[in-house]
C-alpha cells in the first residue's frame, strides 16, 4: 500500500507525523507545567498565607503574655493602663487573623484544627479578663498567683492549638512541595521518551522516504545506462504506483517499443 503512495503524500505524511510530535510534546509541557503552576499557587496564595496568620496569631500571644506581666510589676496605674491596652490592640490581630483563617480553611481536618484553636480561646479569654479585673482592683499579689497557674495553664492550651494549626498547614505545604517535584520528575522522564520516541520515528520515516525513493530512481539511471550503450535486452520491473514506479514503467515500455521499432528496421533491411 505504501509503494503507491506519491512521493509527496509520503513527504506530508512525515512532515505531518513531524507536526503531531511536536504538538504532543508542547501540549504535555503545558500540562505538567499547569499542574506545576496550581501546585506552587496553592503552596504560595493558600497554604503559606495560613501559616503566616497562625504565627502571628502565635506572636500576638507572647506580646500579650508580656504586656500581663508587665502589668503585674510596674507600679504606676498609667503603666498598667499601657500594658492593658497593648492588650486590647493584639485581640483585634487575632480576631482579624482568626476571620481569615477560617474563610480560607475548607479542608475537614484544617476545620477540625481551627475549632480546636478557637475553643482554647474561648477559654483563655474569660481567664485573661479576670486577671485584669484582679490587676485593676490593686489585688497584684492574687493577679500573679493566678497568672502563674489558671492564666499559664489557660495559655499553654491556647499556644499548643495554635501550634496544631501551623504543624498542620507546614505539613501540607511540604506535600505541595513533594508532589511539585513528582510532577516535575514525571514530566520530565515523560518529554524525554516522547521526545526518544520521536527522534527515532522521525529517523525510520526519513530513512524510508528516502530509501523509496533513491532506490527505484537508481535503477531507472542504471537501466538508462544501459539503454545509452545500446543494451535492449534490460528488463526494468515497476512494483509500484508512484512517480518512480511510473517512470520505470514509461521506461519499460520505451524499451519494449525500441526493441520493437529496431526489429521492423532489421526485417526491413532483410527485405531489401
Known amino acids: 500500500m505504501f509503494k503507491n503512495l506519491l512521493i509527496g503524500t509520503r513527504l506530508g505524511l512525515g512532515f505531518a507525523f513531524a507536526l503531531v510530535m511536536m504538538a504532543l510534546i508542547a501540549g504535555l509541557g503545558i500540562e505538567r507545567m499547569s499542574m506545576l503552576k496550581g501546585e506552587i499557587d496553592s503552596m504560595v496564595k493558600d497554604r503559606f ?19 500581663m506581666r508587665n502589668a503585674a510589676l510596674v507600679k504606676k496605674e498609667e503603666d498598667v493602663r499601657k500594658e492593658i491596652d497593648r492588650i486590647a490592640e493584639q485581640r483585634k490581630i487575632i480576631v482579624d487573623r482568626l ?9 475537614d481536618a484544617g476545620k477540625e484544627k481551627l475549632k480546636a484553636l478557637v475553643e482554647a480561646r474561648n477559654a483563655y479569654v474569660p481567664v485573661q479578663d479576670k486577671y485584669m479585673d484582679i490587676l485593676k482592683n490593686g489585688k497584684k499579689e492574687d493577679a500573679v498567683e493566678y497568672l502563674l497557674t489558671t492564666v499559664r495553664t489557660a495559655q499553654n492550651g491556647y499556644l499548643k492549638a495554635v501550634n496544631d494549626l501551623v504543624t498542620f498547614q507546614t505539613e501540607l505545604m511540604d506535600k505541595s512541595g513533594k508532589s511539585a517535584a513528582e510532577a516535575y520528575d514525571a514530566a520530565r522522564m515523560t518529554l524525554i521518551a516522547i521526545s526518544l520516541a520521536a527522534v527515532l520515528i522521525s529517523i525510520g520515516f526519513a530513512v524510508w522516504i528516502t530509501r523509496t525513493i533513491t532506490k527505484p530512481i537508481g535503477e531507472a539511471v542504471s537501466a538508462a545506462n544501459a539503454l545509452s550503450e545500446g543494451d535492449l535486452t534490460v528488463h526494468i520491473e515497476s512494483d509500484s504506483k508512484d512517480e518512480t514506479g511510473q517512470l520505470k514503467a514509461a521506461m519499460q515500455a520505451m524499451v519494449g517499443k525500441l526493441s520493437h521499432i529496431i526489429g521492423e528496421v532489421r526485417t526491413a533491411a532483410d527485405a531489401l
Not at 498565607?49 to 504586656?67: E, G, W
Open 49 to 67: 498565607p495560613k501559616t503566616v496568620q497562625a504565627n502571628d496569631i502565635i506572636d500576638a500571644l507572647n506580646v500579650i503574655a508580656r504586656a
Open 99 to 107: 476571620e481569615k483563617l477560617n474563610q480560607s480553611i475548607k479542608s
